[in-house]
Nanobody
Framework: QVQLVESGGGLVQPGGSLRLSCAAS????????MGWYRQAPGKQRELVAAMTSSGSTNYADSVKGRFTISRDNAKNTVYLQMNSLKPEDTSVYYCNLYLVGRHYWGKGTLVTVSS
């Protein structure tokens, strides 16, 4: 079973940047989508950004132009570069893999944007 481990969260001031990483425990083959979701206290989990195995990307309107998803296949790792962070970006960020009809989730990493 594939395991996903996130890292890179932390406390950052408004306008700052962070890069999240999600390392998969094994190489992913076939057709899949990897992405990032976030969930703030009292809110539903929402999609932030996703990338398909063919390289297509999708972003939430609230992060377009500020966040960038990328991957390094050699390292089995997906990244989320977050720039111009806002207090409303404060959430637990979860890595997700959708493969052969199944969702895999990481345990999440907390991002706090505050002065």
């Amino acid at each position: 079973q594939v395991q996903l481990v996130e890292s890179g969260g932390g406390l950052v001031q408004p306008g700052g940047s962070l890069r999240l990483s999600c390392a998969a425990s094994e190489r992913i083959f076939g057709t899949y989508t990897m992405g990032w979701y976030r969930q703030a206290p009292g809110k539903q989990r929402e999609l932030v950004a996703a990338m398909t195995s063919s390289g297509s990307t999708n972003y939430a309107d609230s992060v377009k132009g500020r966040f960038t998803i990328s991957r390094d296949n050699a390292k089995n790792t997906v990244y989320l570069q977050m720039n111009s962070l806002k207090p409303e970006d404060t959430s637990v960020y979860y890595c997700n893999l959708y493969l052969v009809g199944r969702h895999y989730w990481g345990k999440g990493t907390l991002v706090t944007v505050s002065s």
